[in-house]
């Protein structure tokens, strides 16, 4: 399966409440907060729509000990509802996308459109 790098900036999402009822943004921080603080899939959608399931470095998740902190995987489930900038590879599989992530960084906030 190819593997290929990105950088992307999206919000932070909990997968459970944006699948089944299509929940996210502000008015939502606090329950994805809590949905992700109980091990619910984090996401992330960009401003075009595309959503990537987060996933942690298989190296960093086997190893943990032989990575400085922080996580950044861990991070990005502490920021849902945020704009995110995030770097990793990303594989595609039965028409899901999953972003590995290497890297994290609160963005700056987007625009509201129009």
């Known amino acids: ?11 932070i999402l909990d997968m459970g409440c944006f699948t089944s009822h299509g929940l996210r943004g502000s008015t939502h921080r606090e329950c994805a907060r809590q949905c992700l603080s109980v091990g619910v899939p984090a996401g992330l959608v960009t401003a075009d729509g595309v959503v990537y399931v987060l996933t942690q470095n ?5 190893a943990p000990s032989n990575f400085p902190p922080p996580d950044p995987y861990a991070l990005c489930r502490t920021w ?3 704009q995110v900038d995030v770097t990793g590879f990303v594989w595609e599989r039965s028409g899901s996308k999953f972003l590995e992530v290497l890297t994290a960084k609160l963005a700056p906030p987007m625009e509201p459109a129009g």
């Open 1 to 11: 399966m190819k593997k290929t790098f990105i950088k992307v900036t999206g919000e």
């Open 58 to 62: 298989h190296d960093r998740a086997m």
């Open 80 to 82: 849902p509802s945020l």
